[in-house]
């Protein structure tokens, strides 16, 4: 199945892009969708899965949330203020 990844902040500088589509087998998790995002993107590997809010179609995800065909994913760093 194919979904389509996009990076936001500096995640997309780190990409040196700021979408991106994947090939996972059928069921494939949120989880397993990061390892592969971090095996093609090596700079994002000590980000992934920890520092990273993942939403799907706008709504949270977490790393157990099952993927379908055609999901957009949305990946952000964490973001610290004060």
């Known amino acids: 199945m194919k979904v ?3 990076f936001f902040t500096f995640f997309g500088n780190l ?3 700021d979408k991106t589509e994947l090939n996972l087998p059928q069921g494939a998790t949120v989880k397993e969708a990061l390892e592969k ?3 093609d993107f090596p700079k994002l590997k000590k980000w ?5 809010w993942v939403f799907i179609h706008g709504n949270y995800a ?3 949330t099952q ?3 055609d999901d957009e994913i949305a990946l952000f760093p964490p973001i610290a203020g004060g």
């Open 37 to 39: 995002i971090a095996n």
């Open 4 to 6: 389509k990844i996009k």
């Open 62 to 64: 977490n790393l157990r």
């Open 15 to 17: 990409c040196g892009v």
């Open 48 to 52: 992934l899965p920890q520092y990273v």
């Open 67 to 69: 993927l379908k065909n």
